[in-house]
């Protein structure tokens, strides 16, 4: 699983089960080493998929999901345009995984896009892609 990938579906899926935004997932992720810990660990353990990865979280954080009210379900949906939109901003700008997610994720169309009432989970990569751009 390329790194991208991996960011994204850890933040997507933490988001679902803490019912939280995923943008404000990313930033914490950030500001708490999370993302570097992934990574480095996918250095040591390649094979390992998302469940591994928010095991270790849960490891840090008592993780409990507080999804009941399914505010966040369709973190699935975002993980794929997500990954779609970030490998986008990546080639376009020449940036590495890491540093597409932070463009995507600090962007304000994330925060449009992690809020589930807004829809905007349904558009097409295109359509997020140059929302960014026109920001």
């Not at 990569?125 to 751009?133: A, N, V």
Request: proline share 3%; hydrophobic share 35%; net charge negative.
């Amino acid at each position: 699983m390329d790194q991208r990938t991996l960011v994204v579906s850890c933040v997507e899926y933490y988001s679902h089960l803490k019912n939280i935004p995923s943008n404000k997932v990313f930033v914490s992720f950030e500001h708490a080493k999370f993302i570097d810990m992934i990574l480095d660990t996918q250095k040591m353990a390649p094979e390992m998929g998302p469940d591994f990865y928010i095991g270790m979280i849960d490891g840090l954080t008592y993780l409990e999901s507080d999804s009941a009210s399914e505010e966040y379900s369709h973190y699935e949906e975002r993980t794929a345009l997500i990954t779609e939109v970030v490998a986008m901003l990546q080639k376009k700008h020449k940036m590495n995984d890491l540093e597409a997610c932070h463009m995507y994720y600090h962007s304000r169309t994330a925060e449009s896009v992690s809020e589930e009432k807004t829809g905007w989970y349904k558009k097409s990569p295109k359509e997020i892609y140059d929302l960014i751009e026109a920001e």
